[in-house]
């Protein structure tokens, strides 16, 4: 049964995110996607790190009062996943329906969004900023619930495991922050537009679904993994966490200065007078080894949890090959058509999609 405190937690977590986001000082960058109306580089305010951080020491404040209970959000995650799902529902249709249609079919435009990169009160809050920061501040609260549940029950007996999936998650979700502007330089905020893909996800799929690992294990006593799988599910983390980070650290600094040697690599290129395409470094081992990075990132969350014959924490990882797989060959004819003969020079060099030496 749906209750309404459960069901409206997420509303007043975001509105709560979205107010601090809009009241607390912030860094202004220009970014890379450009405005439609100008043609010019769109202007960001940048403080996702410092909102999250406050929105969790508010969570703590409140329920070191004793206002809601530590492991509020498991106790109604179904409540709280009903109303995240409704509220990114009416998102997506307040920003699709109004806007031009793009030529396609309804569904279509629904699923993928009308508009590019719509942006608020002046310029001040940018939609899709805001989403990501939503949804990363609402997965870092559920994933705190989770485990605040798990040691409720279990106490000293608590699964190392939980906690080493909390803290390696929780790095994830800080990185990510830390590193803000640097996302303004990858494909969903230059190439993807404000639809159901989008909002409902950052509203909905990314805060609940990104915690599936603890929705099925949280519950569970400690399954006493073997540390060597602990271990391992550490350095594949990191490994990934090494892969993605720096193929975007070396693409950032690339853009804004294709001389820059990050890492002391030297910034190879393919050109064809007009356009360069990096093809030295991360950018030489695969075409989008970042994504190898985040499939490792995954793979590591999963093992650490020490349940490795159970198939909930294996669906995240699945989702990043179901969700990465198609945006590479989705990149490559955008690429092929954008660039032409450069693209297939660019492909000879790197010959590898995503797994160097595999595909």
Avoid at 69 to 92: E, M
Avoid at 203 to 210: D, H, I, K, N, R
Avoid at 217 to 235: C, I, W
Avoid at 242 to 260: C, E, I, T, V
């Amino acid at each position: 049964m749906i209750d309404l405190h459960g069901f409206f937690a997420p509303w007043a977590i975001y509105v709560v995110v979205l107010g601090l986001h809009m009241v607390l000082p912030a860094q202004r960058v220009t970014g890379y996607a450009l405005d439609s109306s100008t043609g010019q580089p769109l202007r960001y305010r940048l403080n996702g790190l410092p909102t999250m951080l406050a929105t969790v020491a508010a969570w703590f404040a409140v329920c070191r009062a004793g206002w809601v209970p530590w492991d509020f959000l498991f106790v109604h995650r179904w409540s709280s996943l009903v109303g995240a799902c409704t509220l990114g529902l009416l998102f997506t249709l307040a920003m699709v329906l109004p806007a031009p249609s793009t030529g396609r079919s309804l569904v279509v435009d629904m699923f993928l969004g009308r508009r590019d990169n719509p942006q608020w009160f002046g310029g001040r809050v940018d939609a899709k900023m805001l989403l990501y920061l939503v949804g990363a501040t609402m997965l870092a609260l559920n994933l705190l619930s989770f485990a605040g549940h798990h040691w409720l029950r279990y106490g000293v007996e608590a699964s190392a495991g939980v906690l080493l999936h909390v803290g390696l998650f929780s790095w994830f979700l800080l990185d990510y922050l830390f590193f803000e502007r640097v996302h303004l330089y990858t494909y969903d905020l230059f190439a993807e537009k404000v639809g159901f893909k989008l909002g409902w996800g950052c509203l909905t799929f990314y805060p609940y679904f990104y915690a599936v690992g603890l929705w099925t294990t949280a519950a569970r006593p400690d399954p006493g993994a073997h540390p060597a799988l602990l271990a391992s599910g550490v350095a594949v983390f990191f490994g990934g966490w090494m892969l993605a980070r720096g193929a975007n650290m070396q693409k950032f600094f690339f853009k804004l200065d294709p001389r820059h040697r990050f890492l002391g690599i030297e910034p190879r290129v393919v050109s064809d007078g007009r356009h360069r395409l990096l093809c030295s470094g991360f950018w030489g081992v695969s075409r989008h080894v970042n994504y190898l990075g985040e499939i490792a990132m995954a793979t590591g969350l999963a093992l650490v949890l020490g349940w490795p014959t159970a198939i909930g924490p294996w669906l995240y990882p699945l989702y990043y090959v179901l969700l990465l797989v198609p945006r590479e060959r989705d990149d490559h004819r955008r690429c092929a058509a954008k660039y032409g003969a450069l693209w297939d020079e660019y492909c000879r060099r790197v010959r590898y999609r995503i797994v160097p030496g595999l595909y």
